[in-house]
């Protein structure tokens, strides 16, 4: 079964930093490209980066590019985001998510979700 | 970037009707349209992809439509099940990948 949890959220002050996780399981997770998906509080859900399954290539939504970086430990079958000079817009909930074996390596859409892990932004 | 609108905002029906939810491309994206469905409290669950392919496991009420600019999802007979807030995605031209506002499809 696959399962993919997500963990490194927290309340954090503007201008800091948090490493978020996404720990996956039930699938051979270096075959397939990866993303983060977030969605604030009560709104819809937005794009965030995406991997592929090596890792050597990486993809930003604009309001996160420069600011977030993506990787992921093929060793370790985990996946993370690192989030940095954060901002009150930044707080969502934000999901690690994949397409499955119709989509391999490609980012495309997102049969798996995890349930999110929650980041909030605030002074 | 390629902005999808999601119409209606709200759409008020009743179990055993039809429902009809459409998304707009502000260009072609060809067939590169997936439709999501989402409850309180959790992840977006995958209904169709490519336009008019149901994910696994999804019941045949539902079926998409459409090509370029203007998609529709349609749910033939509603279920209690299926109120819920719908989102199409596209990732024709991308990065980003990019969803609508959503359309909230509520008991009337």
């Known amino acids: 079964e696959v399962q993919l949890v997500e963990s490194g959220g927290g309340l954090v002050q503007p201008g800091g930093s948090l490493r978020l996780s996404c720990a996956a399981s039930?699938?051979?997770?270096?075959?397939?490209?990866m993303s983060w998906v977030r969605q604030a509080p009560g709104k819809g859900l937005e794009w965030v980066s995406g991997?592929?399954?090596?890792?050597?290539?990486?993809y930003y939504a604009d309001s996160v590019k420069g600011r977030f970086s993506i990787s992921r430990d093929n060793s370790k079958n985990t996946l993370y985001l690192q989030v940095n000079s954060l901002r009150a817009e930044d707080t969502a909930l934000y999901h690690c998510?994949?397409?499955?074996?119709?989509?391999?390596?490609?980012?495309?859409?997102?049969?798996?979700w995890g349930q999110g892990t929650l980041v909030t932004v605030s002074s | 970037e390629i902005v999808l609108t999601q119409s209606p905002a709200t759409l008020s029906l009743s179990p055993g009707e039809r429902a009809s939810l459409s998304c707009r491309a502000s260009?072609?994206?060809?067939?590169?349209l997936a439709w999501y469905q989402q409850k309180p409290g959790q992840a977006p669950r995958l209904l169709i992809y490519?336009?008019?392919h149901r994910a696994t496991d999804i019941p045949a009420r539902f079926s998409g439509s459409g090509s370029g600019t203007d998609f529709t999802l349609t749910i033939s007979s509603l279920e209690p099940e299926d109120f819920a807030v719908y989102y199409c995605?596209?990732?024709?031209?991308?990065?980003?990948?990019?969803f609508g506002q959503g359309t909230r499809l509520e008991i009337k």
């Open positions: 998510a994949f397409g499955g074996y119709r989509d391999g390596n490609n980012v495309r859409y997102f049969d798996y």
């Open positions: 039930g699938f051979s997770f270096s075959s397939f490209a």
């Open positions: 991997i592929t399954g090596s890792g050597t290539k990486t």
């Open positions: 260009q072609s994206i060809n067939d590169q």
């Open positions: 490519d336009a008019s």
């Open positions: 995605q596209q990732r024709s031209n991308w990065p980003p990948i990019t």
